[in-house]
């Protein structure tokens, strides 16, 4: 298993559209093609405004084929392009688990 750690920074004020925008729009497409939510976090303290998530795939060429099929999907296209209006900045990671994580 590997994971995609995203880490964005939003405009202030925005955690809630970008958080309607994931649930709602995002969310059903990725998960529809493969790509499946482990986890979604607000900075509580530190960074305000700044969210991060863990997606899983099963290899990185799950990821690819996942995120090759997204990448052709119009309704992804717009809801991505959404996220992305209400994003400052954003990272991503692709990370692997140690042999003694509890997540694998």
């Known amino acids: ?3 995609l750690l995203a880490t ?3 405009h202030t004020g925005k955690l809630q559209e970008f958080s ?3 649930s709602k729009e995002y969310l059903p497409i990725a998960e529809k093609h493969g790509q499946k939510l482990v986890g979604a976090w607000r900075t509580v303290v ?3 405004d700044e969210i991060t998530d ?3 795939f099963n290899s990185l060429a799950h990821f690819e084929q996942v995120r090759g099929a997204l990448a052709q999907n119009p309704d992804w296209q717009k809801a991505y392009a959404r996220l992305r209006s209400v994003i ?4 991503h990671k692709i990370i692997g688990p140690l042999s003694f994580s509890p997540l694998k």
């Open 1 to 3: 298993m590997i994971y």
């Open 8 to 10: 964005a920074q939003l």
């Open 20 to 22: 309607d925008i994931l």
């Open 46 to 48: 530190g960074n305000v």
């Open 54 to 56: 863990l997606w899983a």
């Open 88 to 91: 400052a900045a954003e990272s």
